[in-house]
Every structure is written in C-alpha cells, then in structure tokens.
C-alpha cells in the first residue's frame, strides 16, 4: 500500500524568505502523479502544483517549484520570497496512473510572519 | 471557474440520528470525492464516484453511505451518527487525464456530533 509522509508538522519563517516543505512517499508503481495542495485557513482547498512521475524535469508554478527525486522516493515543496498570504495548511498527495485515487500526507501548518 | 458547495458549513446532530451531507458541483465532472479531515491524518477517502449511481468504496467507507442519483450531486450519509464521526468534511470533484486528475474542492461541513 501506498504512503506518503510530512515529517515537519508546523514551520514558520520570516515574509519574503524560502521554505522547503517536505514530503516522502512509498510506493512500488513506476507511473504516478504528485501534488501539493494548500488550504488556507477557513478556505477551500486548492491545488498548488503537480508532477507526472516520468517528467525528470521538476515543475514551476511561479514562486512554488518541487524537487522530485524519484528514486529516493521524495518531492519537496520550495515556496521562494514568501508572502502572508502563504499561509496555510500544505498537503502532498500521490495518485497511482489512472487510479484517480489520492494518498494524502498528514499535512504541515506554515506560518508566515510579516 | 469551477465550483463546488456543500449544502452546510457547520453542523451539529445528536448521536443516532441520520446526517445527510450535500455536495454540488457545476463543471460536469464524472468523479466526485468524499473525505474525511482530521488533525494528524491528512485527508482519508470515504467514498468515491465515477459516474451516475456508481461508487467505490475508499479507505474508511464504515458508518458512511454515499447517493448520486444526478451527475452534479454526490450525497455522503450518515446513518446513525456516532460520537467519532464528528470531523471535518471535504467533497471534491475531478477528472481525469485532460484535467491531470486535479480534484477541486467545496468549502468543508464541520460535523459535531454530540
């Protein structure tokens, strides 16, 4: 069965610096999907970012990008110059191909401070 | 813009009774999601739907049934609430490849059950 893991249940750092998140999962598919989602606090949930496990290349979406590293099974969460408004609940989720179906981590609570 | 309500943000029932939650999608999604979010454990499947009247049962389906009589409308109840299925609840709704399986999300029920 498939796992995933956020060892860091809550971080905090300074408005307009970087933040790694991380996220380790554990699998025996070749072909799957990650994500990243953020849920704001008392707002909906939302995708941030995904990754086809057979693109080498890691996806950017503006200020969040991921390092995948497939054979060590692990996909971070890099969210470069803070803001407030990054503040939120980050899940990571792993979908097995076609499965439709997500894995999801417990979470971490990040906290920008200004 | 892709949106999907539920039919209460908070609820609050008696154990015994019959809880009905109501979720509502507008994007003529084939899949719809419930699950389950509790602190520490991430999101957990409940049920899920592929197509009308159809459904597969997740990871903690116990003490759940789930209704989609329309495409729009997925139906998670609760037949005889417990004390331990006081939880946050999400429905989602998604597709497949085209879309890289991106679930999105209502805005959550907060059940208590006392």
């Known amino acids: 069965a498939q796992t995933v893991t956020q060892s860091q249940p809550e971080m905090s750092v300074q408005e307009a610096e970087t933040v790694t998140l991380s996220c380790t999962y554990d699998?025996?598919?070749?072909?799957?999907?990650l994500f990243w989602y953020k849920q704001p606090p008392s707002r909906q949930m939302i995708l941030v970012i995904r990754?086809?496990?057979?693109k080498q290349q890691n996806a950017t979406e503006n200020r969040f990008s991921v390092n995948f590293q497939k054979a060590a099974k692990s996909f971070s969460l890099k969210i470069s110059d803070s803001q407030l408004g990054d503040t939120a609940m980050y899940f990571c989720?792993?979908?097995?191909?076609?499965?439709?179906?997500?894995?999801w981590g417990a979470g971490t609570k990040l906290i920008i401070k200004p | 813009d892709v949106k999907v309500t539920q039919s209460s943000r908070y609820l609050v029932k008696r154990t015994g009774e019959k809880v009905f939650l109501e979720c509502v999608q507008d994007?003529?999604?084939?899949?719809m999601f419930w699950y389950r979010q509790d602190p520490g454990l991430g999101l957990r499947l409940i049920y899920f739907?592929?197509?009308?009247?159809?459904?597969e049962k997740g990871d903690i389906p116990e003490g759940y049934s789930v209704s989609r009589e329309k495409k729009e409308r997925f139906s998670l109840i609760l037949e005889s609430a417990s004390t331990n299925q006081t939880s946050m609840y999400l429905c989602?709704?998604?597709?497949?490849?085209?879309?890289?399986?991106?679930?999105?999300f209502g805005p959550g029920t907060r059940l208590t059950v006392t």
């Open positions: 989720a792993f979908m097995k191909e076609s499965n439709y179906q997500l894995i």
């Open positions: 699998t025996s598919e070749n072909n799957y999907y």
């Open positions: 990754q086809e496990a057979y």
């Open positions: 994007m003529d999604h084939e899949n």
């Open positions: 739907s592929y197509d009308v009247k159809m459904k």
């Open positions: 989602a709704s998604g597709v497949g490849l085209e879309l890289a399986y991106e679930q999105y």
